[in-house]
């Protein structure tokens, strides 16, 4: 296997669940298109939850303390926050996703660019955010297999057809962020020799669940939190657990 065959394969499952989505969802009536993203914002919760509770990591504890966990992620979404606000991540993505509906799908009307937009943003979140996309990527850049990225192409590729058949062609274009943010993490893999260590992955892990935990809520429609803007936080719990384990 090449490096980024993970993502390659990713980025395909993507594509086709898109495409099935897309055919069968002006089919279906509106009320089972929401249904069957309500039926995807439960799993993601469900996801979520299962990652946050990377917080309870033995070897995070360790590193940090028995509180220091929790104030690490905390600290991570806050700085994370912060630096996300300031460099405008949310509003940016959804600029891509609207440039992106124009260049491919014409300027179309005002609900119609929403609705790719959405589709978008919600889907990149998902894939990006999610600690396999980084793992997984890690992995594939070391050499050491795409298992992690086929079952998260796997996963990704049903997700595509429950999005896009609520969401429409927006959904196919996440496939851009994927490309990014999994080729970029597969070139640090291949430079970095070796893998974080278990208690960093932890605090990835974790953080990166409390967000899903923000991308399951918009699915729901409970609150369109700013998910994007919180995407340094990823970089910064790692970085913080580090520090921390450093100065105890």
Not at 95 to 110: E, K, V
Not at 115 to 136: K, M
Not at 177 to 192: C, R, S
């Amino acid at each position: 296997m090449f490096p980024g065959a993970g993502t390659a394969l990713n980025v395909a499952t993507i594509l086709l669940g898109s495409a099935i989505g897309v055919a069968v969802g002006h089919r279906l009536p509106q009320r089972t298109r929401d249904v069957v993203t309500d039926g995807l914002g439960l799993v993601t919760l469900l996801v979520a939850g299962l990652n946050a509770a990377s917080v309870l990591d033995p070897s995070l504890r360790e590193a940090l303390g028995t509180g220091g966990p929790v104030l690490v992620v905390l600290g991570a979404l806050v700085v994370g926050g912060v630096a996300g606000s300031l460099l405008r991540i949310e509003s940016r993505l959804e600029g891509l996703g609207a440039l992106m509906q124009r260049r491919l799908a014409g300027g179309g009307d005002s609900a119609s660019r929403r609705r790719f937009v959405e589709g978008f943003v919600t889907a990149s979140l998902v894939y990006v955010v999610g600690p396999l996309a980084i793992l997984g990527s890690l992995s594939d850049g070391l050499g050491r297999g795409i298992d992690q990225l086929a079952l998260k192409a796997t996963l990704d590729g049903f997700a595509s057809i429950a999005f896009a058949a609520s969401l429409g062609w927006g959904v196919a274009a996440s496939v851009v962020p994927v490309i990014v943010v999994q080729g970029g993490f597969t070139l640090a893999g291949a430079m970095l020799g070796s893998l974080l260590p278990t208690a960093e992955v932890a605090a990835i892990t974790a953080t990166g669940g409390l967000l899903l935990v923000g991308v399951s809520l918009r699915l729901l429609r409970v609150r369109q939190l700013p998910v994007g803007d919180l995407l340094p936080a990823l970089v910064v719990a790692p970085l913080a657990t580090a520090l921390v384990a450093a100065l105890r």
